[in-house]
């Protein structure tokens, strides 16, 4: 057994004791700067996404069309800060978590979207050609219970199931090849707009309700690929601007433009349809809104977008038999 001496002898000093506290609290400062600058590029790229160029692979457009989910990275170098007790990782994620929510927090806020007074509800869905449950999706589709209905991408025998379907609730129904209107208030005009393809993607029909005329587009816009040689999108692009331009001359003050864009909001491919028009869903609905893939949505690409008229409500319902979600909006007159 040690005497006393020694005891003493052996017991560290009190400044030595300090002294390791300082190099341990130290430590976490020092340690994690990988995570730092990783979560500091991370901002960057929400900050400045707009100025990644197309030039390659449409990369710029791939961003946009998935930038929410660059959020992710936060969490995920989060966990990475912790295992590594970095203090310095930690400061640094605030600077991604502060850029995201500047940019989609508003989409989260609690009670947005809650409704109120009301004069139309509208709904749009690509039913899907390939869609194995026409009946069953004309089924969930009548239980919204909207005023109006766009549908996108329905094939000639499938158009007879819709029809039958929404004979007694809709009785005013315009078709072009792929795509159709139904409506329970009278529709006055219609007519096929012309985006640039040998058949008919999208129309106009002028809507008659209790509250006066609204011009309603039903559009269902050329699609994107991504493989080896990028995102592949220009000929998206070129239905864009073909739709754009009809809209930009509409008479109408009320104007609801419904269908499948194949491109989000965030996209800047879309700014020529999407400038001058106000999102239905990022006025008056909660969260992204997410449409595609059904099954585990990642990107909003099916819209309801308006002008002249104010969105009080928005939402997406649940999978139908198709690869799209369906969207609703209830909109003031």
Do not use: C
Not at 98 to 126: I, Q, S
Not at 129 to 143: C, F, I, R, S, V
Not at 200 to 207: D, F, H, N, Y
Not at 241 to 259: C, N, P, T
């Amino acid at each position: 057994m040690p005497d006393r001496q020694t005891a003493v002898a052996t017991r560290k000093p009190p400044s030595s004791r300090a002294n390791a506290r300082r190099r341990k609290k130290g430590g976490m400062w020092r340690r994690g700067w990988i995570i730092a600058v990783l979560a500091i590029l991370s901002a960057l790229v929400l900050i400045f996404h707009r100025h990644v160029p197309n030039s390659v692979g449409n990369l710029g457009s791939l961003l946009d069309t998935f930038l929410p989910w660059v959020g992710l990275a936060v969490p995920v170098l989060g966990l990475a800060a912790l295992l590594r007790r970095s203090a310095t990782a930690g400061v640094a994620l605030l600077v991604p978590a502060l850029v995201w929510g500047m940019m989609f927090g508003d989409l989260l806020v609690p009670g947005k979207g809650d409704g109120g007074a009301y004069d139309l509800r509208v709904l749009t869905h690509n039913v899907d050609a390939a869609n194995p449950d026409p009946e069953g999706t004309a089924k969930d589709l009548l239980g919204a219970n909207a005023d109006v209905m766009a549908l996108e991408e329905i094939t000639a025998a499938d158009l007879k199931v819709y029809k039958a379907a929404f004979a007694k609730t809709y009785p005013y129904v315009v078709s072009r090849d792929t795509v159709a209107l139904w409506s329970k208030y009278p529709v006055v005009e219609t007519k096929s707009v012309d985006v640039g393809f040998a058949w008919t993607r999208a129309l106009r029909a002028e809507v008659s309700t209790p509250e006066g005329k609204v011009a309603v587009y039903v559009a269902h816009l050329a699609s994107v690929r991504v493989g080896t040689s990028g995102f592949t999108s220009d000929q998206r692009n070129n239905t864009i601007k073909a739709l754009a331009r009809q809209i930009a001359d509409e008479s109408l003050a009320g104007v609801i433009v419904m269908g499948d864009f194949n491109g989000t909001a965030n996209d800047r491919s879309l700014a020529p349809l999407t400038a001058g028009l106000r999102s239905a869903q990022g006025a008056a609905g909660q969260g992204f809104g997410f449409t595609w893939p059904a099954k585990f949505p990642m990107a909003r690409i099916d819209h309801i977008l308006v002008r002249g008229v104010t969105p009080t409500k928005a939402w997406v319902m649940k999978p139908t038999g198709s690869d799209h979600r369906p969207v609703v909006a209830e909109l003031r007159i």
